[in-house]
């Protein structure tokens, strides 16, 4: 793709290693998270389907799985329309994005607007669908769900209507101001995004944004590297100071 121009066609790698390292881990089959027919592509046929079998499909939610779906389904020959409440594609990923570390995540979104376009799926932004909706539009014969997940409630005694708790929609979307000091309950993947959200106050994953203001001494710092070539592997122990070859003024918070 690279060498005839398309390198925009390119779908990057989020580094999430989810269903490829893990599935293999585990002797499943690989695959990939931002490219699910990967290793099933004889089990996945996106050949173009006979005119009679083309419908004319709604698809409702344009985040990754209705993204996804949709440029699947066209390059199958379907005629998509893809419906979204939003003003831009890309779902709960514009939360995703902001994390430090998942630069990558940008694009992700880059690859799918891409797609959408070469595919010819029609875009609805700013529409919402509802049954009515459905049941009433006689030109779509197929409607496709993707409306995505919604955060669960913990359910939690005195918090509801608590003006001091948040929940992750609030802070990485709606950027809640949460104070200096905070308590994450829940220890899996999005509270851990929160809290390295939450340490890196202005990152907010910008693509560019990152490599200007953080300074290669406090990335070596933050990671534990080694830039002296003392420890095997490039890695400091932990209390290693002299290794460091540098000093951080970077707070700890």
Not at 48 to 69: K, N, Q, T, W, Y
Request: proline share 4%.
């Amino acid at each position: 793709k690279a060498q005839e121009g398309r390198a925009n066609e390119i779908n990057t790698c989020i580094a999430c290693n989810q269903a490829c390292l893990d599935h293999a881990f585990l002797g499943k089959t690989a695959s990939c998270l931002v490219n699910p027919r990967a290793c099933h592509e004889t089990q996945v046929s996106l050949d173009p389907l006979p005119e009679s079998e083309r419908l004319s499909l709604g698809v409702i939610g344009a985040g990754p799985a209705g993204c996804a779906f949709a440029i699947a389904a066209a390059q199958k020959g379907h005629s998509v329309t893809l419906y979204d409440s939003q003003s831009s594609i890309g779902g709960q990923f514009h939360m995703a994005k902001r994390v430090p570390g998942k630069e990558e995540f940008h694009e992700t979104l880059r690859y799918f607007e891409v797609q959408l376009a070469k595919h010819g799926v029609r875009l609805e932004m700013n529409t919402s669908i509802s049954v009515d909706d459905m049941a009433q539009d006689a030109s779509t014969q197929k409607w496709i769900v993707a409306t995505g997940v919604d955060p669960r409630d913990a359910k939690i005694p005195g918090s509801e209507g608590n003006p001091n708790v948040f929940s992750y929609i609030d802070v990485l979307k709606h950027n809640a101001k949460v104070g200096d000091k905070v308590a994450i309950i829940g220890a899996g993947g999005i509270g851990f995004d929160v809290a390295e959200f939450l340490l890196h106050p202005g990152d907010d994953g910008a693509k560019d944004k990152r490599a200007n203001d953080v300074s290669i001494e406090e990335w070596w710092d933050e990671w534990g590297v080694d830039p002296t070539n003392k420890v095997a592997g490039g890695l400091r122990k932990d209390d290693d100071d002299t290794s460091k070859g540098h000093s951080s003024s970077k707070p700890t918070r």
